[in-house]
């Protein structure tokens, strides 16, 4: 008869394997892999259910047990493991693993009521820099770049798909459901959090070649490679449409350091089980400017607007910026590659490069201002 040692080594065994094939991007295998793991693991766990004088070994195997059947997305089951394993006297570290593992279980059941799961492929997001501390940020620092790099996905998703950009009206809500992104809790040192993309289960749903959401990564984190190289005619070859390029050149700018409260912004995946690691050190001071938005207005005036930007117009693709003093105020045509940069700054205090030609006034840059 197997014994309960043995059952958690066979199990181990199993649970390392998959790992390797879920890294490798063979989640089918991995799943299998999984699967076996969490049987023999569960069987080994029940074997101890009434012995509540072998701790930690008891609540250990319990923890183990639990998370295999949430990488499984049994989450039922887990829920129940983790219950089973506090209701023993574990050890104060493994009742807090266990407590912090029931909540991710609530998040995989809020994913499967909700036709969702996530995506075995993550990136992790991390800030160093002179706001950033022991697992702590700069929440506008953070955000700022967070919220540019959700409209980057959806924007990369869309041309990936094939679909012609979107110069006006919401966000195609298949999209959006397909590309969701959900955070890990931050960590500490650099300030990191691992970003993983939400997407639906539904069989009817055939948007999909290959892993789309793998290529989606991917083309970002290639992308702002290329940016941080100064390789922008190689990323113009592979986006090949002007308003998607302009778009991902102007969203990358504004995840860029400053140099001072961010000096870097990290990019990690792993892919064929090697990690590959994008270290974004450009400053935004670095950009030039939308040098197509300057020929469209031949030989205007260009300068500066210092002020809050307070009203868009998506149909006419403008926006209205009213100055410091309050007692003037622009209006400025977006080109269509600028529009979602737009978007993060609504009600900041921003600068703004524009140009003029005559009464026509037309933008090539915009910033948050942080003076």
């Known amino acids: 008869m ?14 390392q394997d998959a790992f390797v094939a879920k890294q490798n991007g063979d989640d089918a295998t991995a799943m299998v892999l999984y699967e076996k793991a969490y049987q023999l693991e569960q069987e080994a766990a029940l074997s101890l259910i009434g012995t509540f004088d072998k701790e930690p070994t ?38 807090e693993e266990l407590r912090n593992l029931f909540e991710d279980i609530n998040l995989g059941r809020h994913l499967e009521v909700n036709n969702l799961k ?20 700069n929440s506008d620092e953070f955000l700022d770049r967070y919220k540019t790099f959700e409209l980057l996905t959806y924007r990369t998703a869309e041309r990936r798909l094939r679909r012609p950009y979107r ?24 300030f990191a959090v691992t970003i993983r993309l939400g997407y639906s289960d539904s069989p009817q749903l055939n948007m999909f070649e290959g892993n789309m959401i793998q290529n989606v990564i991917d083309d970002i984190v290639s992308g702002i490679d290329m940016i941080n190289n100064g390789d922008e005619e190689k990323l113009k070859e592979i986006i090949q449409d002007e308003d998607y390029y302009q778009n991902f050149i102007s969203l990358s700018k504004n995840m860029a350091p400053d140099g001072d409260k961010i000096k870097q912004v990290g990019f990690t995946i792993t892919r064929n089980g090697e990690e590959f690691k994008v270290g974004y050190t450009r400053q935004k001071n670095e950009f ?11 030989e205007g005036e260009i300068f500066i607007i210092e002020g809050t930007l307070r009203m868009a117009d998506a149909d006419k693709n403008r926006i209205k910026i009213i100055n410091k003093s309050g007692e003037e ?8 590659g600028l529009s979602d940069i737009v978007k993060v700054f609504w ?25």
Do not use: W
């Not at 996530?118 to 940020?137: A, H, K, P, R």
């Not at 105020?329 to 269509?336: A, L, R």
């Not at 009600?347 to 003076?371: F, G, P, Q, W």
């Open 167 to 190: 110069t006006a009206g919401r966000l195609d809500p298949e999209i959006k459901h397909n590309f969701q992104p959900y955070l890990s809790i931050p960590r500490a040192a650099s």
């Open 2 to 15: 197997i014994t309960t040692k043995q059952m958690h080594r066979e199990a181990m065994k199993y649970a």
């Open 288 to 298: 030039g400017r939308n040098s197509d938005s300057e020929k469209l207005n031949g």
């Open 118 to 137: 996530i995506s075995s492929t993550e990136l992790q997001f991390s800030l160093t820099g002179n706001e950033v501390g022991y697992g702590i940020v």
């Open 58 to 95: 008891r609540s250990v195997l319990f923890r183990s047990a639990a998370s295999l059947a949430y990488e499984c997305g049994k989450f039922k089951e887990a829920e129940k493991l983790v219950s089973q394993g506090l209701a023993g006297n574990p050890p104060d570290e493994i009742a």
């Open 329 to 336: 105020s622009f209006m400025i045509e977006v080109p269509e």
């Open 347 to 371: 009600d900041d205090n921003i600068k703004a490069t524009v140009s003029k030609k005559k009464k026509h006034i037309r933008l090539i840059d915009i910033e948050k201002d942080k003076s």
